[in-house]
């Protein structure tokens, strides 16, 4: 069940393979919300170490499947279910794309219905008769040279989809940053900078000085320095200027070692 209590869709799984893809199908639930496994006659029965393995840590998907003998057992109590296919059918149903299809789901279940995505099998996909008992077909958009997806890939797609329509908006920051620093703080930086800028004679020529120092400030001011930012780059204007003086000391004393010696 996602933040605001919307139930999300239930994820079918039709004659599973692999334990490690059930897994990898649990994994990326996880990620985006959802929890409601339910499987189909897995190949290798159930339950299988090698799916926990595979899902790294996103263990409830799994801890709670569901396991049916048929489709229509693991669908009977939900209101709207999709099936997904890259292969096209004879059936008069919907084709969708994932982004439709979650758009759709996200309706049903704001009204309260119970739906579900349904996923064949790696092998062969899902059969048409279990297509029937489902109201769309669900088929992402690949290069028609390819159209084949693993399956936990395919779970993933429509999962991300899903997740759109909940939480649409980037996540919160990691961590909350330290807020700018107050413009006395920038006033004193920028004069820093100005000041060892003019003894370089980098305001070149003077009549410019006012719109480059101008967009100077701008620039710096769009970075929303940090109060610790702002003493880090003073410290570095300190440390180039200090430099530049060593490096002027230098160049004097190579030039009076090679002045001549004066006639006495």
């Not at 897995?42 to 159930?46: A, K, N, S």
């Not at 669908?75 to 709207?80: F, R, V």
């Not at 297509?131 to 992402?140: E, F, I, R, S």
């Given at each position: 069940?996602t933040?605001?209590?919307?139930?999300a869709p239930?994820i079918?799984?039709?004659a599973?393979?692999l334990a490690?893809?059930?897994?990898?199908a649990a994994?990326v639930?996880?990620?985006f919300?959802?929890s409601?496994l339910?499987?189909?006659n897995?190949?290798?029965?159930?339950p299988?170490d090698r799916?926990?393995?595979?899902a790294?840590?996103?263990d409830?998907?799994l801890d709670e499947a569901?396991?049916?003998?048929?489709v229509?057992?693991a669908?009977?109590?939900?209101?709207?279910v999709?099936a997904?296919t890259?292969?096209?059918?004879?059936?008069?149903?919907p084709?969708i794309?994932?982004?439709e299809a979650?758009?759709?789901?996200?309706?049903a279940?704001?009204e309260?219905?119970?739906?579900?995505?349904?996923?064949?099998g790696?092998?062969a996909g899902?059969?048409?008769?279990d297509?029937?008992?489902?109201?769309?077909?669900?088929?992402?958009p690949?290069?028609?040279r390819?159209?084949?997806?693993?399956?936990?890939?395919?779970?993933?797609?429509?999962?991300?989809?899903?997740r759109?329509?909940?939480?649409?908006?980037?996540?919160?920051?990691?961590?909350?940053?330290?807020?700018?620093?107050?413009?006395?703080a920038m006033?004193?930086?920028y004069?820093h900078?100005?000041?060892?800028?003019?003894?370089?004679g980098?305001?070149h020529?003077p009549e410019?000085?006012?719109?480059m120092i101008q967009?100077l400030?701008?620039?710096?001011?769009?970075?929303q320095?940090?109060?610790?930012?702002?003493?880090?780059?003073?410290g570095?204007v300190t440390a180039?200027?200090r430099?530049?003086?060593?490096?002027?000391?230098?160049?004097a004393?190579?030039k009076?070692d090679?002045?001549p010696?004066?006639?006495?």
């Open positions: 069940m933040a605001n209590s919307v139930v239930s079918i799984l039709s599973p393979q490690e893809n059930i897994g990898a994994r639930m996880a990620n919300g959802l409601d339910r499987l189909v897995p190949r290798d029965g159930w299988q799916a926990w393995a595979s790294s840590g996103a409830w998907p569901q396991v049916f003998d048929d229509a057992g669908i009977g109590d939900l209101q709207l999709f997904t890259a292969r096209p059918r004879e059936l008069q149903l084709v794309t994932p982004r979650a758009a759709r789901l996200a309706e279940a704001a309260g219905m119970r739906t579900g995505l349904l996923f064949g790696e092998r899902l059969e048409t008769s297509v029937a008992l489902c109201q769309a077909v669900v088929t992402v690949v290069d028609p390819f159209h084949s997806l693993n399956l936990a890939q395919a779970v993933a797609l429509n999962a991300y989809e899903w759109m329509t909940q939480a649409a908006g980037p996540p919160p920051k990691f961590r909350e940053g330290p807020p700018p620093a107050d413009q006395a006033m004193g930086l004069g900078l100005e000041t060892e800028l003019d003894a370089a980098f305001f020529p410019k000085r006012p719109s967009n400030r701008s620039a710096l001011g769009r970075a320095f940090s109060d610790q930012e702002v003493r880090t780059f003073r570095v180039l200027s430099g530049r003086g060593r490096v002027l000391e230098k160049l004393r190579q009076s090679a002045a010696p004066a006639e006495t």
